[in-house]
């Protein structure tokens, strides 16, 4: 079965650059989106399309593609940025998945 | 303003159905294909599967012979029934919105599943 895998867990200090990767092969053919998820909420889509911010994100949040990996980028992080992020995809038969997640702690 | 509400038993017995719905405000259900997602206690997301506005839907393999995903236009409803369940289906249960970009644009609340005897 598909599978997206990114880093369990990644910590920053405020003000320096969080990136976080995911892979899978069949990114280079088809979108990726980025979710953001606090604790006891729904989660909020930051990036979608690879690269496209949605209205109401923060500009330090991108999105970049290259290859079989895709990258959440989150310049300047702040202390509210601290939740779990999740990339979501699918393989080319329309079978969607999300990676395992990654827990962003700001130190 | 979107807004969509899952509404379901919070409990389930082993081997019963499971069945929620998720009624949407400010938006044609019809015109839009809808997610159903899950989410067990301290775990990551996992995809269920899509209901296509054309009335077509996909599932995740490792469920599909187990869920049906259904939409009641004149309720504004969308629904979700999983057969056969057991303690690995407890979970918050989320719907969402799939835009025209393939983002999930809005989502419910959750509701939490748990599955006991």
């Known amino acids: 079965s598909y599978e997206l895998t990114q880093p369990p867990s990644l910590s920053v200090s405020p003000g320096q650059t969080a990136t976080i990767n995911c892979s899978g092969d069949a990114l280079p053919k088809i979108n990726s989106y980025w979710y953001q998820q606090k604790p006891g909420q729904a989660p909020v889509l930051v990036i979608y399309?690879?690269?496209e911010r949605p209205s109401g994100i923060p500009e330090r949040f991108s999105g970049s593609s290259s290859g079989t990996t895709v990258t959440l980028t989150i310049t300047g992080v702040q202390a509210e940025d601290e939740a779990d992020y999740y990339c979501?995809?699918?393989?080319?038969?329309?079978?969607?998945?999300f990676g395992g997640g990654t827990k962003l702690t700001v130190l | 303003q979107v807004q969509l509400q899952e509404s379901g038993p919070g409990l389930v017995k082993p081997s019963e159905t499971l069945s929620l719905t998720c009624t949407v405000s400010?938006?044609?259900?019809?015109?839009?294909?809808w997610s159903w997602i899950r989410q067990p206690p301290g775990k990551g997301l996992e995809w269920i599967g899509h209901?296509?506005?054309?009335?077509?839907?996909n599932s995740a393999p490792s469920l599909k012979s187990r869920v049906t995903m259904s939409k009641d236009t004149s309720k504004r409803q969308v629904s979700l029934k999983m057969t056969s369940v057991t303690a690995a289906d407890t979970a918050v249960y989320y719907c969402?919105?799939?835009?025209?970009?393939?983002?999930?644009?809005?989502w419910g609340q959750g509701s939490l599943v748990s599955v006991s005897s």
């Open positions: 969402a919105r799939i835009a025209g970009d393939g983002s999930y644009d809005y």
């Open positions: 399309k690879d690269t």
């Open positions: 400010g938006a044609p259900i019809r015109s839009y294909s």
């Open positions: 979501h995809s699918s393989d080319t038969s329309d079978t969607w998945v």
């Open positions: 209901l296509y506005f054309t009335g077509g839907s």
